[in-house]
């Protein structure tokens, strides 16, 4: 069984509600002060924890606007555009990581990024963040991993296109290199996804194969995925957020916004209490309503040696007389006392 661990002040682990990441990745469309406004709105929105991503993109690609080095897939976002431009419109740059990592921290969230490379893990580390996250496309790339895993803090992974064969060399890869807390997010590495191509259904599969905990990169409009996912045993919840999707940038449109990240934060927290365990019978807060069950009453004045019949005696609300599943063994037996209209039925009243 996995046991809860610390990610900063921050206990993950099924007995504690889902830990919420808002994604700013290239939403800042660079601006410092654009991404300084995320951060705040992020803070207001609840979410626990603000993440960046770090590389440039020299460390991502080559400077070519050719072949394979442009995204030629019509359906893209960003069909059309080279990887070398794209990631030059998206990135973070490094100098921008300190302040917006000290204002998250002042605003009580937890700063991290997801690195792509050595120099990244470097470059994070100086800054002393307390986890690191690995994209979906480098979810294959294990001297990456091995690296970010030997710094030997809480290690998140994305799960998107990976086989089974493929995560088990991953993880395996992450343990031996010193990784002891790990997270992988069941992730469709389509952007926007669709619940239908979620598959969430994969996230218990995922917890039960790795023995790790288990959450939700989620790269759906709306909240609902993210809620189920909760049902189903995520404790860790990652969404990419924006101010305003009007605004436009590399990864606005499958973005929340800040009234969308406020209901995220709340309805996850929401559908975790919801959970509890298994239970029958009346919680103690049930208690109360027994009594606005149906039992037996007698509903029309009888004189002591009346036979009780379904003109005097009926079950209705509420439910202090005998039982219902009482009524026929209470039919034709008479009464030993005068009884009044609304008296509950009770096995002294019988004769």
């Known amino acids: 069984m996995t046991e809860e661990f610390k990610i900063a002040d921050r206990l993950i682990g099924r007995s504690h509600a889902p830990f919420i990441i808002a994604e700013m990745s290239g939403n800042h469309n660079q601006s410092l002060e654009r991404a300084l406004e995320i951060v705040d709105a992020a803070a207001k929105t609840g979410a626990h924890a603000l993440k960046l991503q770090t590389y440039t993109p020299d460390t991502m690609t080559l400077d070519l606007d050719e072949r394979e080095f442009r995204i030629s897939d019509p359906k893209s976002l960003w069909a059309g555009t080279s990887l070398y431009k794209l990631y030059g419109e998206a990135y973070t740059p490094w100098e921008w990581h300190t302040p917006i990592f000290d204002r998250a921290r002042e605003l009580g969230m937890i700063p991290f990024s997801t690195p792509f490379d050595d120099t990244a893990v470097d470059f994070l580390e100086d800054l002393d963040v307390p986890c690191y996250k690995i994209a979906s496309f480098e979810n294959t790339d294990l001297p990456l991993i091995r690296r970010v895993a030997a710094t030997g803090k809480p290690l998140i992974i994305s799960t998107g296109m990976a086989t089974v064969a493929e995560l088990d060399e991953t993880v395996r890869a992450a343990r031996a290199a010193g990784c002891k807390d790990l997270i992988l ?113 007698v509903v029309k004045d009888v004189k002591a040696g009346d036979v009780l019949t379904r003109e005097n005696v009926r079950a209705i609300r509420p439910g202090l007389g005998l039982p219902t599943k009482y009524l026929e063994y209470a039919l034709g037996k008479t009464v030993k006392q005068d009884v009044k209209c609304g008296t509950a039925l009770s096995w002294g009243i019988l004769g």
């Not at 619940?195 to 917890?207: A, F, M, S, V």
């Not at 288990?214 to 995520?234: E, F, N, P, Q, R």
């Not at 919840?237 to 590399?250: M, P, Q, S």
């Not at 975790?272 to 606005?292: D, H």
């Open 185 to 297: 997010l069941k992730c469709t590495s389509t952007y926007p996804a669709t619940p239908e191509n979620t598959n969430i259904l994969t996230i218990p599969h995922l917890r039960e194969l790795f023995d790790c905990e288990v959450g939700l990169s989620d790269h759906t409009m709306g909240i609902g995925v993210a809620v189920a996912s909760v049902a189903l045993g995520a404790s860790v919840i990652e969404k990419h957020f924006t101010l305003n999707r009007a605004d436009g940038g590399v990864d606005s449109t499958f973005s929340m916004e800040p009234a969308e990240m406020t209901q995220l934060v709340m309805e996850t927290e929401r559908a975790w209490q919801s959970l509890g365990r298994v239970s029958y019978g009346p919680t103690a807060a049930e208690k109360i309503s027994l009594q606005f069950r149906r039992s037996l009453y």
